[in-house]
């Protein structure tokens, strides 16, 4: 869990360095008998349902001016000590408030449609962006969007920088809560995101506001 980042390669030349006779096959058989895989980009995770619809990316050389102009979703994968989450969340592009989040066991669109739902109950954005993955390319995602008279917004294909909020929020959870304290149980990585969240939005201030906090800057205190 302190290198969260090593795939059976890089693990198993640590091993060896440590003294144990170990080879490629059996760093593998152990890391998938324990549930451990290291963190990276998934193949698939950003790819678009058959027959769903992709849409334009609306914010190349858009300023972001002003709370509730752009949001954004995006999941990632979270480790345990056994097993793994995945994490959707919805953020504020101008003020980087998470507005809503949602954990889940498997990468349906579910938890990511009951993200979305709650985001709205705090506000409606003009432009909604996310990747091209199945799970936001899916019918019921954009219907709620565009219901709500949002424009649908969607990365191009492998261009991680285009939803660059989405991904300074995972290295901030990631390196700030989940590698430090290694939760073991879904309920204890519940109530660390929980508490995560709440001190992300509330309490750390960020040098892109001028050291204010996404509450203050996303509600003007």
Same mark, same amino acid.
């Given at each position: 869990?302190? $290198?969260?980042?090593?795939?059976?390669?890089?693990?198993?030349a640590y091993l060896?360095r440590?003294?144990y006779?170990?080879?490629?096959?059996?760093?593998?058989?152990?890391?998938?008998?324990?549930?451990?895989?290291?963190?990276?980009?998934?193949?698939?995770?950003?790819?678009a349902g058959?027959?769903?619809k992709?849409?334009p990316? #609306?914010?190349?050389?858009? %300023?972001i $001016?002003h709370?509730?102009?752009?949001w954004?979703?995006?999941?990632?994968y979270?480790?345990?000590?056994r097993?793994?989450m995945?994490?959707?969340?919805?953020? =504020?592009?101008?003020?980087?408030?998470?507005?809503?989040?949602?954990?889940s066991?498997?990468?349906?669109?579910?938890?990511?449609? =009951?993200?979305?739902?709650? &985001? #709205?109950n705090?506000g409606?954005?003009?432009?909604f962006n996310?990747?091209q993955?199945?799970?936001?390319?899916?019918d019921a995602?954009?219907?709620?969007?565009? &219901? &709500?008279?949002?424009?649908?917004?969607?990365d191009?294909?492998?261009?991680?920088?285009?939803?660059v909020f989405?991904?300074? #929020?995972?290295?901030?959870?990631?390196?700030?809560?989940?590698?430090?304290?290694q939760?073991d149980?879904?309920?204890?990585?519940?109530?660390g995101?929980?508490?995560?969240? =709440?001190?992300?939005?509330?309490?750390?201030?960020?040098?892109? #506001?001028?050291?204010?906090? %996404? &509450?203050?800057e996303?509600?003007v205190l």
């Amino acid at each position: 869990m302190r $290198t969260p980042f090593y795939g059976w390669r890089k693990m198993g030349a640590y091993l060896r360095r440590l003294g144990y006779a170990v080879n490629g096959k059996r760093v593998r058989r152990l890391m998938r008998l324990m549930g451990i895989q290291a963190i990276y980009p998934r193949r698939n995770s950003s790819s678009a349902g058959q027959g769903h619809k992709r849409y334009p990316y #609306l914010l190349r050389n858009l %300023p972001i $001016t002003h709370v509730n102009q752009v949001w954004s979703a995006d999941i990632t994968y979270m480790p345990m000590l056994r097993g793994f989450m995945y994490l959707v969340a919805v953020i =504020d592009w101008h003020s980087r408030y998470v507005l809503a989040w949602q954990l889940s066991n498997t990468l349906d669109g579910i938890f990511c449609l =009951d993200a979305l739902r709650l &985001a #709205l109950n705090k506000g409606r954005p003009k432009i909604f962006n996310t990747d091209q993955g199945a799970q936001f390319t899916a019918d019921a995602f954009t219907a709620c969007l565009l &219901a &709500a008279n949002i424009q649908v917004s969607m990365d191009g294909r492998g261009r991680a920088l285009d939803n660059v909020f989405c991904e300074r #929020l995972w290295r901030s959870v990631k390196y700030e809560d989940i590698y430090l304290n290694q939760y073991d149980t879904v309920r204890q990585l519940h109530t660390g995101l929980t508490n995560y969240f =709440d001190f992300y939005n509330h309490e750390r201030p960020h040098q892109s #506001l001028n050291y204010r906090t %996404p &509450a203050e800057e996303h509600f003007v205190l």
